[in-house]
């Protein structure tokens, strides 16, 4: 027998100290970089986006890794080729630790959508805003001072 699975997750990690360094005529090509750790990795990212202090990412996570090792991964991979290829010359590193969201196949076109718009959606609430609220969403009790 097969695996099938369906995995879908909102991946949220910011710069640290969310600070806003992500320059928007750099960021495609970080979103690039990260579709090729995806790809190696077998999950299929359906979007990517973000603004100066965060990103999103909306992906079905393969069965053979955890979502902690991709976050990871993922984090490492990306901070080297920002500092090699000097993209953000701001950026130090991400913030440790990470948001992940799982949805239901039913949710995918509503959260592509609500990623490709983080740019519209962020000129009316903030990133902690925005993080507090899922959290919320999503019954995630957590501690304000881990959010600064």
């Avoid at 695996?3 to 960021?27: A, D, G, M, P």
């Avoid at 790809?39 to 393969?62: A, M, P, S």
């Avoid at 950026?91 to 969201?101: L, N, R, T, V």
């Avoid at 949805?103 to 993080?131: A, G, M």
Wanted: include cysteine; aromatic fraction near 14%.
């Amino acid at each position: 027998m097969s695996t099938y699975t369906q995995i879908l997750y909102q991946i949220i990690f910011s710069t640290k100290e969310r600070r806003r360094v992500l320059l928007e005529n750099n960021r495609e090509q970080l979103y690039k970089y990260i579709w090729g750790i995806l790809k190696k990795k077998n999950c299929h990212l359906y979007r990517i986006n973000g603004v100066e202090d965060h990103i999103h990412i909306f992906t079905h996570l393969h069965p053979s890794i955890s979502l902690a090792a991709l976050s990871k991964d993922i984090k490492l991979a990306s901070s080297a080729m920002i500092k090699k290829e000097k993209i953000f010359p701001s950026f130090s590193k991400w913030q440790i630790g990470y948001g992940a969201f799982t949805y239901s196949i039913h949710d995918k076109d509503k959260v592509i959508e609500y990623v490709k718009n983080q740019v519209k959606h962020h000129k009316t609430e903030t990133f902690i805003d925005e993080y507090k609220r899922l959290l919320k969403e999503f019954k995630i009790e957590f501690d304000e001072k881990y959010l600064l």
